[in-house]
């Protein structure tokens, strides 16, 4: 038996591996809401138009209601032989109102229909990071706050370098965050022009008002080619961009939280609401929300490379290669989502171990810089010189000590004898050739 919905033309039905390679609605029923919104205000433009009734158009919008309140019951039957969401929809809507469903479709196609849900999709997922990120951002300011005065090492190379403090550290991923969020504005105002109306390709002949059905669904405007309006797949690559370089982010704090709350460092404790054990070792206390932040990375770049890759070879216009745009997509949201909610869980219940901060800062020479500073404005001498360097590097190694006196004593430039005290002159003097 072949397709009921585009099978008129096939003398038998696909195959059972076709079936199976060519169903989407195990993920894409995700967007039913969107497909629904989307149907709605197709409709209601329909009408509008004089292109069908008002009276199939209010029937249409009711079964729509009655179909959306089934699906968020769960009393909805999902079936694997219509193969995606869109036909699922629209054939329980013609169980429920009979023939005024097969006016739905009119002035569409499914391929400006899956690129307008998957927009109102994308879109909505958005919105929703960026409340998390902000909330992230929150987190992460009320701590810094809290310590601002706090002092820690700053590490290049993961060595110390110079004192910072925790706070100042914290605020570092503030800003991150922030241009996360940035990315996330940027790539909701570029996607947010309405397909609807391109139809398979080339639009259609019905008197449509485009610009009403943008309005309706909350778009600025709707797309200007038809061509590139069901091919475009950008909104997606510019969403997973943006999760794969948010992920890195939080994959570089998740890092410092790991080693940060181990014995060898053990500037925080991660409380035990985001710590495990061991199933032998009794004294272990494993950072792992922290390691699954970072491990959980890797799906994400993984979902962006795995798209690009979909997308880089296709012509002109639809393919069914985009329907692989979804699961990678979907899941990674969802693994980001995850991620910045156990890395705020994390940043709030965290306690900074400031003693065992402040001894790192001390430790390591970490001041060597501000003492090369004093050294250019006080004394004179040319930053970019190798005996600053040197000046500063002497300070490390001991005086040798003489037996009696306990330091070795020179002999003074003013006389012929040893002393073991000198006029300011020559200790000047003294200091200036040691440095040389």
Same mark, same amino acid.
């Given at each position: 038996?072949?397709?009921?919905m585009?099978?008129?033309?096939?003398?038998?039905?696909?195959?059972?591996?076709?079936?199976?390679i060519?169903a989407?609605i195990?993920?894409d029923?995700?967007?039913?809401?969107q497909?629904?919104a989307?149907?709605k205000?197709?409709?209601?433009?329909?009408a509008?138009?004089?292109i069908?009734?008002w009276?199939?158009? &209010?029937?249409?919008?009711?079964g729509?209601d009655?179909v959306?309140a089934?699906?968020e019951s769960?009393? /909805?039957?999902?079936? +694997?032989a219509?193969?995606?969401?869109h036909?699922?929809?629209? #054939?329980?809507? &013609?169980?429920?109102?009979?023939a005024?469903?097969?006016r739905?479709?009119?002035?569409? #196609?499914r391929n400006?229909q899956?690129?307008?849900? /998957?927009?109102?999709? @994308?879109?909505?997922a958005?919105d929703? *990071?960026?409340?998390?990120?902000?909330?992230l951002?929150?987190?992460? @300011?009320?701590k810094a706050?809290?310590?601002?005065g706090?002092?820690m090492p700053?590490?290049t190379?993961?060595?110390?370098?110079q004192?910072v403090t925790f706070g100042?550290?914290?605020?570092?991923?503030?800003?991150?965050?922030?241009?996360?969020r940035g990315r996330?504005?940027?790539?909701?105002?570029?996607?947010?022009e309405c397909p609807?109306?391109?139809?398979?390709?080339a639009g $259609?002949?019905?008197p449509i008002?485009?610009?009403? $059905?943008?309005r309706?669904?909350?778009f600025?405007?709707?797309?200007?080619?038809?061509?590139?309006?069901?091919s475009d797949?950008?909104?997606?690559l510019?969403?997973?961009?943006?999760a794969?370089?948010?992920?890195g982010?939080l994959?570089?704090?998740?890092?410092?939280?790991?080693l940060w709350?181990?014995?060898?460092f053990?500037f925080?404790?991660?409380?035990?609401?985001?710590?495990?054990?061991?199933?032998i070792?009794?004294?272990?206390?494993?950072?792992?929300?922290?390691?699954?932040?970072?491990? +959980?990375?890797?799906r994400?770049?993984g979902?962006?490379?795995?798209?690009? $890759?979909v %997308? +880089?070879?296709?012509?002109l216009?639809?393919?069914?290669d %985009?329907q692989?745009?979804?699961?990678?997509?979907?899941?990674?949201?969802?693994? *980001?989502?995850?991620?910045?909610?156990?890395?705020a869980?994390?940043?709030?219940?965290m306690?900074?171990?400031?003693?065992?901060?402040?001894?790192?800062a001390?430790?390591?020479f970490?001041?060597?810089t501000?003492?090369?500073?004093?050294?250019?404005?006080?004394v004179g001498?040319p930053?970019?010189?190798?005996?600053?360097?040197?000046? @500063?590097?002497?300070l490390?190694?001991?005086?040798?000590? #003489?037996r #009696?006196?306990?330091?070795?004593?020179k002999p003074c430039?003013?006389?012929?004898?040893?002393?073991?005290?000198?006029?300011?002159?020559?200790?000047a003097s003294?200091t200036?050739?040691?440095?040389?």
């Amino acid at each position: 038996m072949s397709n009921a919905m585009w099978g008129g033309r096939f003398a038998e039905g696909p195959d059972a591996v076709l079936e199976a390679i060519n169903a989407s609605i195990d993920f894409d029923r995700r967007f039913y809401a969107q497909d629904i919104a989307g149907s709605k205000a197709h409709v209601g433009m329909l009408a509008a138009a004089g292109i069908v009734s008002w009276d199939d158009a &209010a029937a249409i919008e009711k079964g729509l209601d009655e179909v959306l309140a089934e699906i968020e019951s769960g009393s /909805f039957t999902f079936s +694997k032989a219509l193969e995606d969401i869109h036909m699922n929809v629209e #054939s329980r809507l &013609a169980d429920k109102i009979g023939a005024p469903a097969g006016r739905l479709h009119t002035a569409r #196609s499914r391929n400006d229909q899956v690129a307008t849900d /998957f927009k109102l999709f @994308v879109r909505d997922a958005l919105d929703g *990071l960026d409340g998390q990120l902000l909330g992230l951002q929150q987190a992460l @300011v009320d701590k810094a706050l809290k310590h601002a005065g706090d002092v820690m090492p700053g590490f290049t190379h993961l060595q110390s370098a110079q004192p910072v403090t925790f706070g100042h550290h914290l605020m570092a991923y503030v800003e991150m965050i922030g241009r996360d969020r940035g990315r996330v504005a940027d790539a909701r105002k570029r996607m947010n022009e309405c397909p609807l109306g391109s139809a398979a390709l080339a639009g $259609t002949s019905f008197p449509i008002d485009r610009e009403m $059905t943008a309005r309706a669904l909350g778009f600025d405007r709707p797309t200007a080619n038809s061509l590139d309006a069901v091919s475009d797949r950008d909104f997606v690559l510019e969403t997973l961009s943006l999760a794969a370089i948010c992920a890195g982010h939080l994959s570089r704090f998740a890092e410092e939280l790991v080693l940060w709350s181990t014995p060898q460092f053990g500037f925080i404790r991660l409380s035990d609401r985001f710590s495990t054990g061991s199933s032998i070792m009794p004294q272990k206390r494993n950072p792992d929300a922290a390691e699954l932040v970072r491990g +959980k990375t890797g799906r994400v770049v993984g979902a962006l490379v795995g798209m690009l $890759t979909v %997308m +880089k070879g296709l012509p002109l216009a639809y393919s069914k290669d %985009m329907q692989e745009d979804k699961e990678g997509l979907f899941d990674a949201l969802d693994t *980001l989502s995850l991620s910045i909610a156990a890395t705020a869980g994390m940043v709030e219940d965290m306690e900074p171990n400031l003693s065992a901060m402040r001894r790192a800062a001390g430790a390591g020479f970490s001041t060597a810089t501000d003492l090369a500073d004093w050294l250019v404005r006080v004394v004179g001498m040319p930053f970019r010189r190798p005996i600053t360097s040197r000046a @500063v590097w002497s300070l490390r190694r001991p005086r040798p000590r #003489s037996r #009696s006196s306990g330091f070795r004593s020179k002999p003074c430039r003013r006389s012929s004898r040893a002393s073991s005290r000198r006029c300011s002159r020559c200790s000047a003097s003294e200091t200036r050739s040691a440095a040389a």
